[in-house]
Nanobody
Framework: QVQLVESGGGLVQTGGSLRLSCAGS????????MVWIRQAPGKEREIVAG????????YYADSVKGRFTMSRDNAKNMVNLQMNSLKPEDTAVYYC????????????????WGQGTQVTVSS
């Protein structure tokens, strides 16, 4: 079982940057595919970035490609999301989530979720 705690959200102006972190607990953290999922009011949940257990494969939604970078450090049980060139449409609650299967899959396939961190981008 994995417990996840996000940090790093906040308020930033358009064009600014934020770095989100997700700390995981448990000895098997390195076995999990990890993603960042965002939920904005009135919008569907969206997987914006994902990373394989080894860190060798990453996925980015078209909406964030070239602006967001996801990384992981299994020795520290951490995943990060560097968000650059932020836009108002990036405003959402961001969750990190974990699952044992390979590939990013769908958000409902994720067994473990953090509590979420709010990201607000002002225009």
């Amino acid at each position: 079982q994995v417990q996840l705690v996000e940090s790093g959200g906040g308020l930033v102006q358009t064009g600014g940057s934020l770095r989100l972190s997700c700390a995981g607990s448990g000895p098997t953290f390195s076995r999990y595919t990890m993603v960042w999922i965002r939920q904005a009011p009135g919008k569907e949940r969206e997987i914006v970035a994902g990373i394989s257990w080894s860190g060798g494969n990453t996925y980015y939604a078209d909406s964030v490609k070239g602006r967001f970078t996801m990384s992981r450090d299994n020795a520290k049980n951490m995943v990060n999301l560097q968000m650059n060139s932020l836009k108002p449409e990036d405003t959402a609650v961001y969750y990190c989530a974990a699952r044992r299967g390979a590939g990013v899959g769908m958000s409902y396939e994720y067994d473990y979720w953090g509590q979420g961190t709010q990201v607000t981008v002002s225009s």
